[in-house]
T-cell receptor
Framework: AQSVTQLGSHVSVSEGALVLLRCNYS??????LFWYVQYPNQGLQLLLK??????LVKGINGFEAEFKKSETSFHLTKPSAHMSDAAEYFC???????FGAGTILRVKS | DAMVIQNPRYQVTQFGKPVTLSCSQT?????MYWYQQKSSQAPKLLFH???????NEADTPDNFQSRRPNTSFCFLDIRSPGLGDAAMYLC???????????FGDGTRLSIL
């Protein structure tokens, strides 16, 4: 069975500060991993994906994530938070898309 | 622009009154998915179609049905909505299994 755990249901950072959203996965097979972002009253938008190629994956809006097999982690980072990054972020593992519980990112001015 | 479109964005129905939610796609993707997302929760997969093959999740209530008359359209039918079915319903597509999913903006369903 596959599952993901997102540490921290709410994360608050100041504008310009580093964003770090944590995701740990459990999978009996090499995983496909995704990060999605959801703005209020909208669907989910793909930020980036890991599909067993490069372990450091760059996505849209300046986000990136690093796959660490030894730590079963796929944490999402962005060097400098922008107000427009405030949203809910979901980590997900495939082959049947299983989402983590989500992390709400708040960006303070 | 190719996209996934859900209609309506907001739907209100009465307790026990059947309701149908609609999803269309211009991506020509093989796979279409329906998710239920309750407030402050992650989306939960209800079922998906690979082409015309229907795949129901084991814990999806019988009250939920789906139809895919052609590649472009997929419908979610709730036969007798209960108060617990109030949620955001998300449609998504992917070209193939294991490929990233493209989501519509969702339909928020309220039950009176």
């Amino acid at each position: 069975a596959q599952s993901v755990t997102q540490l921290g249901s709410h994360v608050s950072v100041s504008e310009g500060a580093l964003v770090l959203l944590r995701c740990n996965y459990s999978s009996s097979v090499p995983p496909y991993l995704f990060w999605y972002v959801q703005y209020p009253n909208q669907g989910l938008q793909l930020l980036l994906k890991y599909t067993s190629a490069a372990t450091l994956v760059k996505g849209i809006n300046g986000f990136e994530a690093e796959f660490k097999k030894s730590e079963t982690s796929f944490h999402l980072t962005k060097p400098s938070a922008h107000m427009s990054d405030a949203a809910e972020y979901f980590c997900a593992v495939f082959n049947k898309l299983v989402f983590g519980a989500g992390t709400i990112l708040r960006v303070k001015s | 622009d190719a996209m996934v479109i859900q209609n309506p964005r907001y739907q209100v129905t009465q307790f026990g009154k059947p309701v149908t939610l609609s999803c269309s796609q211009t991506l020509n993707h093989n796979v279409m998915y329906w998710y239920q997302q309750k407030s402050s929760q992650a989306p939960k997969l209800l079922f998906h179609y690979y082409d015309k093959d229907f795949n129901n999740e084991a814990d999806t209530p019988d009250n939920f049905q789906s139809r895919r008359p052609n590649t472009s359209f997929c419908f979610l039918d709730i036969r007798s909505p209960g108060l617990g079915d109030a949620a955001m319903y998300l449609c998504a597509t992917s070209r193939e299994n294991l490929e990233p999913q493209h989501f519509g903006d969702g339909t928020r369903l309220s039950i009176l």
